[in-house]
């Protein structure tokens, strides 16, 4: 099976920074991050395909986070800048499904086994 293994969660106060990533063991058009708290709903936080040309940003995490493909094409990271509270959840790596070039947002193919990552203050 298609494995994602994702690192670089953690525990920061409030306007703190983290990097995560994530590497699968195949070459992925489509990769990406979603999120869920505890009692809410699993969310896309950015997807992006291997050509760099189509992104998707959560609209909460614009100006704060970015996505980015590595030269290889299998990899993905997620730069987390000026985090807060709401932040919290665990991060999954995702490959998600790819209709006619377009990464889908409610469709994933992959998942990683998710990473914590905790904000206070």
């Known amino acids: 099976q298609v494995q994602l293994v994702e690192s670089g969660g953690g525990s920061v106060q409030a306007g703190g920074s983290l990097s995560l990533s994530c590497a699968a063991s195949v070459d992925i058009y489509c990769m990406g991050w979603f999120r869920q708290a505890p009692g809410k709903e699993r969310e896309a936080v950015a997807t992006l395909d291997v050509t760099g040309t189509r992104t998707y940003l959560l609209d909460s995490v614009k100006g704060r986070f970015t996505i980015s493909r590595g030269n290889a094409k299998n990899t993905v990271y997620l730069q987390m800048l000026n985090l807060k509270p709401e932040d919290t959840a665990i991060y999954y790596c995702?490959?998600?499904?790819?209709?006619?070039?377009?990464?889908?947002?409610?469709?994933?193919?992959?998942w990683g086994q998710g990473t914590q990552v905790t904000v206070s203050s």
């Open positions: 995702a490959a998600p499904r790819v209709y006619g070039d377009v990464c889908s947002l409610s469709t994933v193919n992959y």
